[in-house]
């Protein structure tokens, strides 16, 4: 039988406030344990909420980027459970009334076909501390620096087919929430994470399969093998005659596998209700403006715009404008060179430069070679001055913290020889050098040519300019 | 002394006749003399001491405010920072709170002198103070009957005249029914007028924190302290505070008082019915005028109360879970166990009744028919107070049924306990401010006219309130063995 399957993600993300989402206590990562943890985050008797107003205008941001309804009016709800560390005994969220509701982002298939994804809501709600098993023999650590610290749950439509286009789906938000600012999408930190529903159904049948959710989805990797774990396991569930129970599934990496968590009957009643400290929250015409005000040009926008504008073909336009820091950079060196440079400006931010990023594990922010930089380095191509081969040197030269390309190039002599005089005399010396394979170019062997210009290019360590090499050679041979 | 008013007692310390020191002495020594009363849990004598000398340091230099060196009482269920706040529970038994309320903290401000911290329903659920896991209060009226409660130990220590003012909490009637019981000035303002702010929660969208005073005008002049936005506190509201002692004597002549009938029912002891109408000729005499209102469904508000006010606390008090504060069982052998035995155990049962019939009424499957239905019916309540709102300057009538009834007369059927606060639970509902004042006595035993006001229209229900006192004496009456 022919199998379909129905995917919906719930992502995380972590809003990039500084203070926590209802105290004042600070959201920074890494700090010792409970020493950014107010009497609030810690649930003490009489203390109360205080919404950040940072964190609203983050979800409206978000919102309005997907095209969603942001509500006038939303409503933060109890969420009650027990859990040592939910320090409140419920944790706050909204529930019924979400602060916004249906939007939808274009992701791109393998096939380079388009496909819409539908997002049904996206919520405000407080994260929970961190329980720590391992460090404590025989009992249980509780860290409540994360207590309190804002979330944006954005909720998929049921509209993915395969674990490569929920990964699509998940990068593409993941690049969206770093362009508005509102999350830092740092995986390893947990700022960004998610839940996937699963299900599979035989093609054509228009009822969903039973669906499990797969928790604890921290890396792009690991959403696309849980899933295809997860779709493996039920199929082969459902042709052995067995049913796929609705349950919670947690993933663990390191079997590369899927087990239950809890199944549906043991879920948690978490006896919803509307927060009583808080009032609905409020959203008017003239905020929204404002945010509206702050909105950067989205990933897809800039994506036209730059194989418009610089004749980049559809994947060079999209790695470009992977991140925003990233579509900056290379419009800087852009700017700088003028536009008809746009495609040698591609080259070297997608081919060098990524390339150096990678290798040390950087970011574009953290790039030890500025845009300005970079931009002179290649004004020395573009002028002649040294040869696409030595530019590379000085690149490394650069990425070493060596100075800027015009003194690395005036230090280390690199200087392209464009004197013809001067090449000639070398080209001379090689065809008086290699009388044989002179002959055997004279007697049809062309393909020789290439041999010369290695010769002169090692005399001159290749300063000569090829261009002039291969002239002078042809006409001397010829 | 302490048959004087904070009113009286500022003129006397701005006029040198007395110290804070000697004031806060005095009553510290009433405390101490009537201790079998219960009505204190802590008594912060060497603070208090302390507190008095700074404020009368304070006022040598000229820079005491009207309420500096005035000694006062707060309810339990306020954080005071490093003093033990217990909320009358075993749960909180040895929890010393690590910050002010914010009522705490204006009154501090204000330099008032706090003598210790009073006792109190177990977190403010009940009606007669029997629920406290540190006994019972008695009434100083008649020590083998209740003060009323949640607020009893205040509405017991105010009576008694063991501090200059004590502060409360009403959630449910809990500053007005232990006011009326005990013949004291209970104050509870419109929610949102005063910071809940380090007030332990109940029920939040129903807690409001007021005063228990001898008179309407010491409440006026501490409602000026308390009142106010607090950005710590989200339902607080932020409209200007006026001077609530300006308007104390305004001519209340053509002012209307509305008179719900549904507060005359079969319930009503009949001589609380005749001091009603008592009073009502006093208002007469006063020029207002008397007209009848109708609150249809008033009825409704007991049961509406006891959905909404269970199910808000299921939710507050789970934060009571053994792990960061409070009581913990001996040697938990599971995270299960530690939670079902530190709550089992730390709790009492009238709040293991509450958290339980709030978890019911929250479930999944009963919300809708309970909780929802509660929210539909309390917005009736509330339309029908602002329809008679639209007529009257005040309403007016008994805050309880009965006078104070006996300790551990109905400690065995809640419900008849919960129909004690039939006339004043609606307020709440509402949202409106509502007061209890001294208006004559049963066998001995005092009772309360209700005065409720419109949304923050405080100032003028506490110009019904002084109009009344300024011409009648019951306010003034103490109990026996403690003039």
Redesign the interface.
């Known amino acids: 039988m022919e199998w379909e399957v129905v995917i919906g993600l719930e992502i995380h993300a972590q809003l990039a406030t500084k203070s926590k989402i209802f105290s004042g206590a600070s959201t920074a990562y890494g700090a010792l344990p409970n020493t950014q943890a107010c009497l609030v985050d810690l649930g003490y008797p009489g203390v109360l909420p205080v919404l950040n107003r940072e964190a609203v205008r983050m979800a409206a941001k978000f919102g309005l980027a997907i095209g969603a309804e942001v509500a006038r009016r939303s409503v933060f709800a109890r969420k009650n459970y027990f859990y040592p560390d939910l320090p409140k005994g419920y944790q706050i969220s909204q529930y019924e009334l979400p602060v916004v509701a249906g939007g939808s982002i274009e992701i791109e298939l393998e096939d380079g076909a388009t496909k819409v994804i539908g997002i049904t809501r996206a919520h405000l709600e407080e994260d929970a501390g961190k329980s720590l098993h391992e460090d404590f023999h025989g009992m249980t650590g509780i860290d409540l620096n994360r207590a309190g610290t804002p979330l944006l749950e954005i909720v998929s439509e049921p509209d993915m087919r395969s674990a490569k286009e929920a990964v699509a789906y998940m990068k593409k938000i993941h690049t969206l929430v770093r362009y508005l600012e509102i999350c830092d999408g740092n995986m390893q930190e947990g700022s960004f994470r998610c839940d996937a529903n699963v299900s599979v159904r035989p093609k054509g049948q228009k009822e969903f399969g039973t669906r499990t959710e797969l928790k604890n989805l921290n890396s792009f990797r690991f959403v696309e093998r849980a899933i295809n774990y997860e779709i493996e396991r039920q199929i082969e569930l459902i042709e052995a005659g067995g049913k796929v129970v609705q349950e919670t599934r947690l993933y663990d990496p390191e079997k590369n596998e899927t087990r239950s968590l809890r199944a549906k009957e043991e879920a948690n009643d978490y006896r919803y209700f509307p927060d009583p400290d808080l009032l609905p929250l409020e959203i008017d015409d003239s905020f929204l403006e404002e945010v509206k005000k702050t909105l950067p040009e989205l990933p897809d926008a800039k994506k036209h715009r730059f194989m418009e504008s610089y004749g980049l073909s559809a994947y060079d336009a999209s790695v470009l404008t992977g991140s925003r820091a990233m579509g900056d950079y290379y419009e800087s060196v852009v700017r700088t060179l003028g536009d008809e440079h746009a495609k040698l400006a591609a080259n070297w931010v997608m081919g060098e430069l990524s390339g150096a990023l990678n290798k040390d594990g950087k970011e574009i922010t953290e790039t030890p070679i500025s845009a300005a930089q970079l931009a002179g380095l290649l004004a020395r191509i573009i002028d002649n001055t040294i040869s696409g081969k030595i530019a590379k040197d000085v690149f490394e030269a650069m990425w070493a913290g060596e100075g800027d390309a015009d003194a690395i190039i005036e230090k280390k002599g690199l200087k392209q020889i464009t004197d013809t005089g001067a090449i000639e005399k070398i080209v001379d010396e090689v065809i008086a050098e290699n009388p044989g394979q002179v002959e055997q170019y004279r007697a049809g062997k062309e393909a020789l040519l290439g041999y010369f210009v290695g010769q002169v290019m090692k005399k001159t360590q290749g300063k000569a300019n090829p261009g002039q090499v291969n002239q002078l050679l042809k006409q001397k041979l010829g | 002394m302490h048959t004087k008013t904070i009113a009286e007692l500022s003129r006397m310390l701005a006029a040198g006749e007395t110290s804070s020191e000697e004031l806060t002495r005095h009553y510290l020594e009433r405390i101490r003399a009537h201790a079998d009363l219960n009505a204190f849990i802590t008594v912060t004598e060497e603070e208090a001491l302390a507190e008095a000398r700074r404020a009368d340091a304070l006022r040598r230099k000229g820079e005491a405010g009207p309420l500096a060196g005035i000694p006062i009482a707060q309810k339990d269920i306020?954080?005071t920072d490093g003093v033990k706040?217990t909320?009358a529970s075993k749960m909180?038994e040895n929890?010393i709170?690590?910050?002010d309320?914010t009522v705490v903290e204006r009154m501090k401000r204000a330099g008032m002198v706090m003598l210790g911290k009073t006792n109190m329903d177990e977190f403010a659920m009940g009606s007669s103070n029997e629920t406290s896991y540190f006994g019972p209060v008695k009434n100083p009226w008649d020590k083998t009957r209740v003060p009323g409660g949640s607020s009893g130990g205040s509405s017991a220590a105010m009576a008694a005249r063991l501090a200059a003012a004590t502060t409360g909490t009403d959630t449910g009637g809990s500053i007005r029914q232990p006011a009326a019981l005990t013949n004291t000035t209970g104050l509870k303002p419109t929610y949102g007028r005063v910071s809940?702010?380090?007030?332990?929660?109940f029920?939040?969208?129903l807690d409001q924190a007021g005063t228990i005073t001898a008179t309407a005008e010491d409440a006026a002049m501490l409602l000026n302290v308390i009142a106010g936005f607090d950005?710590?506190?989200?339902?607080s509201v932020d409209k200007p505070v006026p001077d609530y002692t300006a308007t104390l004597n305004d001519d209340i002549a053509g002012l209307v008082i509305g008179v719900p009938k549904e507060f005359f029912d079969d319930g009503l002891d009949p001589r609380v019915a005749e001091c009603v109408r008592e009073a009502l000729k006093v208002y007469e005499r006063l020029g207002a005028k008397i007209v009848d209102v109708s609150l249809p469904n008033l009825g409704l508000s007991v049961p509406t109360y006891y959905v909404v006010a269970p199910?808000?606390c299921?939710?507050n008090?789970?934060?009571?879970?053994g792990?960061?504060?409070g009581y913990r069982c001996e040697n938990p052998t599971s995270?299960e166990d530690l939670?079902k035995r530190s709550r089992g155990e730390g709790f009492g049962a009238e709040v293991k009744r509450r958290i339980m019939t709030g978890?019911y009424v929250?479930?999944?499957g009963y919300?809708d028919a309970y909780?929802l239905k509660a929210q539909k019916t309390r917005e009736l309540i509330k339309e029908d107070f602002c329809r008679a709102f639209e007529k009257v300057d005040v309403l007016m009538g008994p805050t309880t049924p009965t006078a104070a009834f006996g300790i551990g007369e109905k400690t065995d059927d809640p419900i008849t306990m919960y129909l004690n606060d039939i006339y004043v639970n609606g307020v709440n509902l509402a949202g409106m401010p509502g007061m209890s004042i001294p208006m004559g006595f049963i066998d001995g035993l005092p009772v309360g006219l209700q005065i409720i006001g419109n949304y923050f229209e405080e100032a003028k229900m506490l110009n019904f309130a002084h109009r009344y006192q300024r011409e009648t004496d019951w306010h003034t009456k103490l109990p026996k063995g403690f003039e």
């Open positions: 306020f954080c706040t909320c909180l929890f709170s690590p910050y309320a809940r702010y380090g007030m332990i929660a029920a939040s969208s950005e710590r506190d989200s339902t199910a808000e299921s939710s008090l789970s934060r009571f879970d792990v960061r504060f995270l939670y978890t929250l479930s999944a919300y909780y």
